[in-house]
């Protein structure tokens, strides 16, 4: 399983950006995709994540200004964010849990990349 993301760049505060990221690869399927993302000197966090049938959660942070959503034809995730600030600067990375059913059952989780994301005026 791999994923790409893409979509970061530098915006001015206020602006918006959409993230997407999508999951390569076959013999699997995806339960659960979404979105932490790590500030300079600080720990990863949880942004926001979605479960294949729809069902989300999201940081108190995002609640408001950031929504997720997926396609689970194209195994794709989408984070967009509106009225981004300041604070909202970070490498934004992406994740999907996933099963595999052959040989044997197996769970896991897989990464993308990261997307940097730089809220400056």
């Known amino acids: 399983v791999q994923l790409q993301a893409s979509g970061g760049g530098l915006v001015q505060p206020g602006a918006s950006l959409r993230l997407s990221c999508a999951a390569s690869?076959?013999?699997?399927?995806?339960?659960?995709m979404g979105w932490f993302r790590q500030g300079s000197g600080n720990q990863r966090e949880l942004v926001a994540t979605i479960t294949r049938d729809g069902r989300m959660n999201s940081a108190d942070s995002a609640k408001g200004r950031f929504t997720v959503a997926i396609d689970n034809a194209k195994m794709t995730v989408y984070l967009q964010m509106i009225k981004l600030k300041p604070e909202d600067t970070a490498v934004y990375y992406c994740y999907a849990d996933y099963t595999i059913y052959q040989p044997t059952v197996i769970n896991g989780r897989a990464w993308g990349q990261g997307t940097q994301v730089t809220v400056s005026s």
């Open positions: 690869g076959s013999g699997f399927s995806i339960n659960t």
